[in-house]
C-alpha cells in the first residue's frame, strides 16, 4: 500500500494565500512578526535545505495560513504547529484538509505562544520554521534549551539576524546570539530569501540558518551560568573583559584572578571569545568561590 507523497499536497501561492486571508479578514500585523510565504519553489528549498525524513517530528513555530506546513507534512511523521494566532490557528485545520486531505492526521496543532511551551506529546527531532522577526532569537534558544530531542534546525529569519547567529568570533556582528548559538552546535548560514516571496513583502531580506545538534561542550558549569559571563561580557561590548566582568565576578581585582586561570586575557573584548572560553571563565568563577 502507498502511503500519502507530493503528489497529494497543493502548495499554496499568492493568490490562495490572498484568499485565504480575506476569509479571515486578516490584516497580518507587524507586531506578530507576520510574513507569510507566496512562493512554492522558496517553501520547496527550505524543505530541501531542512533535510527532514520520514520519521521526524518537526516542530514549526508560527504556520501563519499554512504555506510551510503543506511543505513539510509529506516528508516526515508528523508536524507540530505552534501558533500564538487565534485566528490562523483555528483556520490551519481546514486549510490542511482542503489542499493536503491524505495528510492531516500528521498535523498537530498548539495554540499557544512558543515562549510558554515546554512540553509536547511528542518528542520533536527537528525545528524548521519560518520564525517571526520580532522574537526569532529569544524563541530559537527557548525551544533548544527545552527540547533536547531537537537534533537539526532551519529557521529563516531576518538577514541581520542570520549573520549574527552564523558570526565567527572576531567578527563586527559576533555577538550574544552567536555564542549562545553554538552552545547547542553548528551553527551555518545556508541560504538568502529575497523580499519578494512574501506577503506583505518585508522591508528587509531574510536569512536561512542551520544548526546541527552537537554534544554540549564538557564543562563544569551549567548553561545558565555560561549564558550569564556571556551577557555580562557584550553589556558593553566596546570596553575590555576586564570592565565588563567586573559586577558579574565582585571586582576587577576578581575578574583579573578568574581570566588568568580561564586562560583569558582581561584585555580581550568579548567578539573575541568562543563558546569554550566562557566556559572556562565560568568554572574559574565557580573555583573561585569554593576556595
Not at 528549498?45 to 503543506?70: K, Q
Not at 527537528?126 to 529557521?155: C, G, M, Q, R
Not at 565567527?168 to 551555518?188: D, E
Not at 567586573?246 to 568562543?274: C, F, K, M, T, Y
Request: net charge neutral.
Amino acid at each position: 500500500m502507498v502511503g500519502p507523497s507530493e503528489d497529494d499536497v497543493q502548495l499554496l501561492g499568492a493568490v490562495r494565500i490572498r484568499e485565504l486571508a480575506a476569509e479571515l479578514n486578516l490584516r497580518p500585523t507587524k507586531q506578530r512578526g507576520q510574513n507569510f510565504v507566496v512562493d512554492a519553489n522558496t517553501v520547496r528549498r527550505i524543505v530541501a535545505l531542512a533535510n527532514v525524513a520520514s520519521d521526524d517530528v518537526v516542530l514549526e513555530v508560527g504556520p501563519g495560513l499554512g504555506s510551510l506546513t503543506l511543505g513539510l507534512l509529506p516528508k516526515v511523521q508528523q508536524v507540530i504547529a505552534v501558533e500564538i494566532d487565534d485566528v490562523l490557528a483555528g483556520a490551519l485545520p481546514k486549510t490542511i484538509s482542503e489542499q493536503a486531505p491524505t495528510l492531516v492526521n500528521r498535523l498537530q496543532i498548539i495554540n499557544a505562544d512558543a515562549l510558554q511551551v515546554n512540553s509536547l506529546d511528542q518528542e520533536p527531532t527537528a525545528l524548521v520554521a519560518n520564525l517571526p522577526y520580532n522574537v526569532s532569537v529569544p524563541v530559537l534558544l527557548h525551544l533548544l534549551a527545552t527540547f533536547e530531542s531537537i537534533t537539526k534546525v532551519l529557521v529563516m529569519v531576518q538577514s541581520e539576524v542570520a549573520d549574527r547567529l552564523a558570526a565567527p568570533s572576531g567578527s563586527r556582528v559576533y555577538g550574544i546570539p552567536s555564542v549562545k548559538a553554538r552552545w547547542f552546535g553548528n551553527v551555518t548560514r545556508v541560504g538568502s530569501v529575497g523580499t519578494k516571496v512574501f506577503w506583505p513583502q518585508p522591508r528587509v531580506d531574510s536569512g536561512l540558518i542551520c544548526i546541527t545538534r552537537q554534544p554540549v561542550i564538557t564543562t563544569q558549569a551549567s548553561r545558565e551560568e555560561v549564558f550569564a559571563v556571556v551577557d555580562a561580557a557584550f553589556a558593553q561590548r566596546r570596553k575590555t573583559l576586564r570592565s565588563t566582568l567586573a559586577s558579574w565576578a565582585g571586582s576587577r581585582e576578581l575578574v583579573d584572578e578568574i581570566l588568568l586561570e580561564a586562560g583569558v586575557d582581561p584585555a580581550l573584548r568579548g567578539e573575541a571569545l568562543n563558546v569554550l572560553d566562557f566556559a572556562n571563565i565560568a568554572v574559574a568563577k565557580k573555583r573561585r568561590i569554593r576556595t
